[in-house]
């Protein structure tokens, strides 16, 4: 591992959805920025997911678990007590997960790596592209901001992709029970319903958010 370029750790759970999670596996693999470890998750699928067995087998860069169905959220938070448990957490690493019915964009991650050297914070928003109607959708975002997450939390909108920097949230961990918002507009991130548990004074700590460009090709199948 290069120490002084970011290292990704990149969750991908994944649950009877053998063919689009080969898309968002081939998504990464096909990634010029080669400093990451892919984990995925197999959440107790019925389906068949010899293909994907086949693809990532001997892949050094991928691990690949399977397990009785426990939940998305809950293997999110084994994920990221393994990271830690590792004991390989270095000021550059970084973790993001990604859906099964999502895949990142050419050079998404060569571009994350040119924003965290340029502009130090502990989470970054990346602005997704969502091909799914029932999703609010985000151009209204320019290209480049920076503000406080209490800010951004009270004008949340769209679908958007969250980069973290792992030293800094050692001790947030994902709900059980994901939330569920009908009206995306409306969501506020301080609420109990947020994405993670325990912010109040991650948030309190008035660290910066970026958008950028597109990174994340979101299909909410």
């Known amino acids: 591992m290069n120490k002084k370029e970011p290292f990704f750790y990149i969750a991908l759970p994944t649950f009877n959805r053998p063919d689009l999670v080969m898309r ?30 086949n693809l990532v087998l001997e892949k050094e860069k991928i691990i690949y678990i ?16 393994s990271i830690y448990n590792e004991n390989e ?26 924003y965290i050297i340029q502009y130090k914070s502990s989470w970054y928003c990346f602005n997704c592209k969502s091909n799914s109607n029932h ?8 290209d480049f901001e920076s ?28 709900p059980s029970l994901y939330f569920k918002n009908r009206s995306l ?12 548990q325990q912010l109040n004074s991650f948030l309190d700590q008035s660290v910066s958010v970026y ?4 990174l994340l090709i979101s299909e909410n199948v």
């Open 24 to 53: 968002s596996v081939c998504s990464v693999i096909n990634q010029k920025y080669k400093n990451y470890k892919l984990i995925i998750f197999n959440d107790g699928s019925l389906l068949n997911y010899q293909q994907l067995e």
């Open 66 to 81: 399977k397990s009785k169905n426990i939940g998305v959220n809950k293997l999110r938070n084994i994920i990221l007590d």
């Open 89 to 114: 957490v270095t000021d550059n690493s970084y973790f993001f997960t990604l859906s099964d019915d999502d895949y990142l964009s050419e050079d998404a991650l060569l571009i994350m790596c040119k």
């Open 135 to 142: 999703i609010f959708k985000n151009y209204d975002f320019i």
């Open 147 to 174: 503000m406080s997450y209490k800010e951004f939390s009270q004008g949340y909108k769209g679908d958007k992709h969250f980069v973290f920097k792992l030293n800094d949230i050692k001790l947030i961990r994902f």
């Open 185 to 196: 507009a409306k969501v506020n991130l301080r609420a109990s319903n947020s994405p993670f």
């Open 211 to 214: 958008f950028y460009s597109v």
